[in-house]
């Protein structure tokens, strides 16, 4: 599994993450920066089965490195 950062405003997962901790450090910097943000952007979980961007396998590839 990955994480995403999910964007309700858009209806989409706008960015992948190998670990749920670097998807919630995304989190706090894009609300550090967007502060009115706060409810529009959350973190999820994203099966890997359904990739569907160019950089999973990328992530796939740090994931196995990491373990």
């Given amino acids: 599994m990955v994480w995403g950062l999910t964007d309700h405003f858009v209806g989409e997962v706008v960015a992948f993450y190998a670990s749920r901790a670097q998807a919630e450090r995304a989190l706090k910097s894009v609300l550090r920066d967007e502060p009115g943000w706060r409810g529009m952007i959350e973190v999820v979980p994203v ?5 569907c961007r160019a950089t999973c396998p ?4 740090r994931r196995r490195h990491a373990v």
């Fill in 47 to 51: 099966p890997e089965r359904r990739r």
């Fill in 58 to 61: 990328e992530l796939r590839r």
